[in-house]
């Protein structure tokens, strides 16, 4: 496949991946104020439920495929071997998208506590936390695009 093909292919799912990690939280700051059981835990039940299983879960696996394909085709063709992995851009991607998915499981965790009514997680928390995937986004972005100590 075309490597700029696949480049932007990885971006689109990004986009929609980072759409959903970022949202999530949001979903579960105001769910955190609603009455178990109520009509409104119901309601962000089903908003989470959806966005998590029809956006995040299979924008996360186009990311990865996509981004997987792009190590394979960098290594065999652009850039002629694999020691590109070792450089310290690519040390940062590689543990940006180790805390992305990470962050990805740990949200769904969560989304499942609410579900059975444990969750012990305040609004304030999740407001908090919300920028840590954001931070590490602006950093892989950054990482890729400047290659720095390469
Ligand atoms: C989940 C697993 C991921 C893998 C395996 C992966 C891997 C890669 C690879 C190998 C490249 C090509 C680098 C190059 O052209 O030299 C790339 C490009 C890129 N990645 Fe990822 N990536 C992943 C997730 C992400 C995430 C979460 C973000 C942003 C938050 C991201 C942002 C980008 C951007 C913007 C580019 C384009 C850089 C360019 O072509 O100039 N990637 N990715």
């Given at each position: 496949?075309?490597?700029?093909?696949?480049?932007g292919l990885h971006i689109i799912?990004?986009?929609?991946?980072?759409?959903?990690?970022?949202?999530?939280?949001?979903?579960?700051?105001?769910?955190?104020?609603?009455?178990?059981?109520?009509?409104?835990?119901?309601?962000?039940?089903?908003?989470?439920?959806?966005?998590?299983?029809?956006?995040?879960?299979?924008?996360?696996?186009?990311?990865?495929?996509?981004?997987?394909?792009?190590?394979?085709?960098?290594?065999?063709?652009?850039?002629?071997?694999?020691?590109?992995?070792?450089?310290?851009?690519?040390?940062?991607?590689?543990?940006?998208?180790?805390?992305?998915?990470?962050?990805?499981?740990?949200?769904?965790?969560?989304?499942?506590?609410?579900?059975?009514?444990?969750?012990?997680?305040?609004?304030?928390?999740?407001?908090?936390?919300?920028?840590?995937?954001?931070?590490?986004?602006?950093?892989?972005?950054?990482?890729?695009?400047?290659?720095?100590?390469?």
């Amino acid at each position: 496949m075309d490597y700029n093909l696949l480049r932007g292919l990885h971006i689109i799912a990004v986009i929609a991946w980072m759409a959903g990690i970022m949202y999530l939280p949001r979903l579960l700051a105001y769910h955190a104020d609603a009455v178990p059981g109520g009509e409104m835990d119901k309601l962000f039940q089903t908003m989470e439920l959806k966005l998590y299983r029809i956006i995040m879960g299979p924008a996360m696996v186009a990311t990865w495929v996509f981004g997987l394909a792009l190590i394979y085709v960098n290594a065999t063709e652009v850039r002629g071997g694999w020691e590109y992995l070792q450089q310290p851009w690519m040390i940062a991607k590689l543990s940006g998208i180790v805390f992305m998915t990470g962050w990805h499981g740990f949200l769904g965790a969560a989304r499942k506590k609410y579900v059975a009514g444990t969750n012990t997680r305040t609004a304030r928390f999740w407001k908090m936390t919300n920028e840590l995937p954001f931070i590490a986004a602006i950093i892989m972005v950054l990482a890729v695009t400047m290659e720095f100590g390469s």
